[in-house]
């Protein structure tokens, strides 16, 4: 079964510093692979996706994930961390049925 | 990007009462949509597949008779929470799929409702 494994609950960066959140995956089958980022009380917004092709996938904001297939990651990062960065992000792995299973969310904070 | 609208952003009832929300895709046409619920610092859990015409695929645990789905059109879908609890509080999100069965479409989010069951 697939699945999705995000460690940290919490990260915490400074301002301009480079933002890493981490997401293993489990999938029996190639995986399609998704970051969205919540901000309170709103829906979720997509990061980037892979599905296949170029391991390296540039999102939005400055974000980027690199599919590692022998590791099973897919970790987002950004070069440089802004205030308004600060936000949950959650990885997730497409399943059977076009359905979405995701992690358990990471929450960023971004200090001045 | 594609978008999808849910309404109402908040709502607050009586218990024992019945909540219906609203899902649209507004510029595009959905043939399935999803409804996932989110508890306080926790993800999202997949409640159940809507599809245009037919009946909801519910996910194992999710009461059906509670949770009542009608996707009566390709940009509507609907969830109503039936005699309401507090325990049914929660934040409700719907997701829309465009160009899903291409293989590489991706999934769009309602901005959701969250519901307070008093």
């Known amino acids: 079964a697939q699945s999705v494994t995000q460690l940290g609950s919490h990260v915490s960066v400074s301002e301009g510093a480079l933002v890493l959140l981490r997401c293993n995956y489990s999938?029996?089958?190639?995986?399609?692979l998704f970051w969205y980022v919540q901000y309170p009380n709103q829906g979720l917004q997509l990061l980037l996706k892979?599905?296949?092709?170029?391991?390296l996938v540039k999102g939005i904001n400055g974000f980027e994930a690199e599919f590692k297939k022998s590791e099973t990651s897919f970790h987002l990062t950004k070069p440089s961390a802004h205030m308004s960065d600060a936000a949950e992000y959650f990885c997730?792995?497409?399943?059977?049925?076009?359905?979405?299973?995701f992690g358990a969310g990471t929450i960023l904070r971004v200090k001045s | 990007g594609a978008v999808v609208s849910q309404h109402p952003s908040w709502v607050i009832c009586k218990s024992g009462t019945s909540v219906k929300i609203e899902c649209r895709s507004l510029?595009?046409?959905?043939?399935?949509m999803f409804w996932y619920r989110q508890f306080p610092k926790q993800s999202l859990m997949l409640m159940a597949t809507?599809?245009?015409?037919?009946?909801?695929t519910y996910e194992q645990g999710v009461e059906k008779d509670k949770f009542l789905i009608n996707h009566a059109s390709l940009t509507l879908s609907t969830l109503t929470v039936t005699s309401a609890h507090p325990e049914d509080s929660s934040f409700y999100i719907c997701?829309?799929?465009?160009?899903w069965g291409a293989g590489t479409g991706e999934l769009f989010f309602g901005e959701g409702s969250r519901l307070t069951v008093l």
């Open positions: 997701s829309a799929a465009q160009g």
């Open positions: 999938s029996s089958v190639p995986p399609y």
């Open positions: 892979y599905t296949t092709g170029a391991t």
């Open positions: 997730a792995v497409r399943i059977y049925g076009n359905k979405l299973v």
């Open positions: 510029d595009f046409q959905a043939t399935t």
């Open positions: 809507s599809n245009e015409g037919s009946k909801a």
